[in-house]
């Protein structure tokens, strides 16, 4: 799974955005995945566990399918997986801002305003999902 992982992030800093997008759709079905079953997880928030799963939901419905690839199985809910998840949706995050500024609009399938949304969509799905751990 760590390497699956790995690879999204090497993904998420391709050159090539349509790598890059199909990197941070996938970041966004991971933690999907991984919300969904952590609000069935005795020790972790529910209630943030849905948020999380939510925006993510939104984040990934913004961006185009991916053409290759197959799809990643989550993590197991935990304490560290829902941090490593976390940390992939915030480079997620800065991927796709960037991307939203630095690229010409032609060359994109989507609009500097989806790309950017879509970015703060990610860095609210960290949040939530750092916020699964009850103290």
Known sequence: MSAALD??????????PEEMLAAAWE????????ADAAAWEDGLDELQAVV???LCAEGRALLPLPVH?????P?????ASAQRCATLLDDTSAALTALADGCPTAELPLSGDVLRRAGELADQ?????RALVSD
């Open 7 to 16: 690879d999204l992030n090497r993904a998420l800093a391709s050159p090539r």
């Open 27 to 34: 970041a966004f079905d991971v933690g999907l995945g991984l």
């Open 52 to 54: 999380a799963g939510q």
């Open 69 to 73: 690839g197959r799809p990643i199985t």
């Open 75 to 79: 993590p197991a809910p935990s304490a």
């Open 125 to 129: 799905s960290a949040r939530s999902l």
